[in-house]
C-alpha cells in the first residue's frame, strides 16, 4: 500500500493518472453521444385500438415505441382521405410539383400542399415538374 501512495504521489504516477482520467472521461462521453442518438425517432407509426376503434400515432424506434397522441378514427380517416390516391404533389405557392417520394418537396408544409392523381392534371393546373425529382 505504501508503494502505491508513494508512485502515485511522484510525477510519473501523477501523469499516469492524467491519462487514464481524459481516457475514461474521452470513453463516458461516445457513450453519453452513442445514447443519445439511440433515442431519435425513426418515423411515425398509425395502429388501430380494437377495444376503442381510435387510432394511436407512435413514434418508431428500433423496438421500443412511444405513444406520441390517440386520435379518433375521423380524424385519421380525413387525413388518409385528403391524399389518397394521389401520387404528385406541389405548392399552393410555387410552380413546381413533385412526386411523393421525391425528397425535394419534403421542406413545403402540409397545409400548403395541393395533391394531383397524375402529372398530366399537376402540369394542366399549370405546375412544371421538379428537376429534382427526374
Do not use: H, P, W
Request: net charge positive.
Amino acid at each position: 500500500m505504501e508503494k502505491i501512495k508513494l508512485f502515485l504521489e511522484s510525477d510519473t504516477g501523477k501523469d499516469i493518472m492524467v491519462v487514464i482520467i481524459v481516457i475514461l472521461v474521452g470513453l463516458g462521453s461516445f457513450e453519453l453521444g452513442r445514447l443519445s442518438k439511440e433515442s431519435d425517432t425513426g418515423g411515425i407509426k398509425i395502429s388501430s385500438v380494437q377495444e376503442k376503434g381510435d387510432y394511436k400515432l407512435e413514434y418508431a424506434n428500433q423496438g421500443a415505441n412511444a405513444v406520441s397522441s390517440v386520435k379518433s378514427a375521423n380524424t385519421i380517416n380525413s387525413i388518409i382521405k385528403d391524399n389518397s390516391g394521389k401520387n404528385f404533389f406541389a405548392s399552393n405557392r410555387g410552380s413546381k410539383y413533385y412526386s411523393l417520394g421525391c425528397s425535394a418537396g419534403k421542406t413545403i408544409k402540409q397545409e400548403n400542399r395541393i395533391y394531383f392523381t397524375t402529372g398530366e392534371e399537376a402540369e394542366r393546373a399549370g405546375y412544371t415538374l421538379s428537376s429534382s425529382c427526374n
